[in-house]
C-alpha cells in the first residue's frame, strides 16, 4: 500500500506559477510510474504529466507542454509539478497518483486513470483572469 500526500495548491492570477509536491510513503524506485492528474467538476480526470521514475522519461498532456514540469527526489521521495504561466483553464483539483505496476499502463496507457492504483487526496489550483 502507498500512501501519496498532495500539497502546494492554491489561487494565482493568470500568468503566474504554482509548485505542487507529493510525498509518497515508499521508495520511489519502487513505483515504476507517477503522475499528476487533474479534473474539473462533471469531468473525467485527466492526466497532465507523467514520469518514469526509474529512467527519469516524462510525458505532457500538448495543453501544458512547456508551461509544467514534473520531476522527483528520490531521496526525499517526493514528487513535484511546478506549473507556470498559468491559465484559467488549468483550475481544478490535482491529483498524485502511482501504479503498482507497468503492466497496466501498458495495457490502459500511461495517460488513463485507471492505470493507476494509488492517489492522494487532491489538492486545488485556482487561476483567475
Known amino acids: 500500500q502507498v500512501q501519496l500526500v498532495e500539497s502546494g495548491g492554491g489561487s494565482v492570477q493568470a500568468g503566474g506559477s504554482l509548485r505542487l509536491s507529493c510525498a509518497a510513503s515508499t521508495y520511489m524506485d519502487r513505483i515504476p510510474y507517477m503522475a499528476w492528474f487533474r479534473q474539473t467538476p462533471g469531468s473525467e480526470r485527466e492526466g497532465v504529466a507523467i514520469?518514469?521514475?526509474?529512467?527519469?522519461?516524462?510525458y505532457y498532456a500538448d495543453s501544458v507542454k512547456g508551461r509544467f514540469t514534473i520531476s522527483q527526489d528520490h531521496a526525499k521521495n517526493t514528487l513535484s509539478l511546478q506549473m507556470n504561466s498559468l491559465k484559467p483553464e488549468d483550475t481544478a483539483m490535482y491529483y498524485c497518483?502511482?501504479?503498482?505496476?507497468?503492466?497496466?499502463?501498458?495495457?490502459?496507457?500511461?495517460?488513463?486513470?485507471?492505470?493507476?492504483?494509488?492517489w492522494g487526496q487532491g489538492t486545488q489550483v485556482t487561476v483567475s483572469s
Open positions: 497518483a502511482a501504479t503498482s505496476g507497468r503492466n497496466l499502463i501498458l495495457s490502459l496507457g500511461m495517460m488513463t486513470s485507471a492505470a493507476y492504483v494509488y
Open positions: 514520469i518514469d521514475t526509474g529512467g527519469g522519461t516524462t
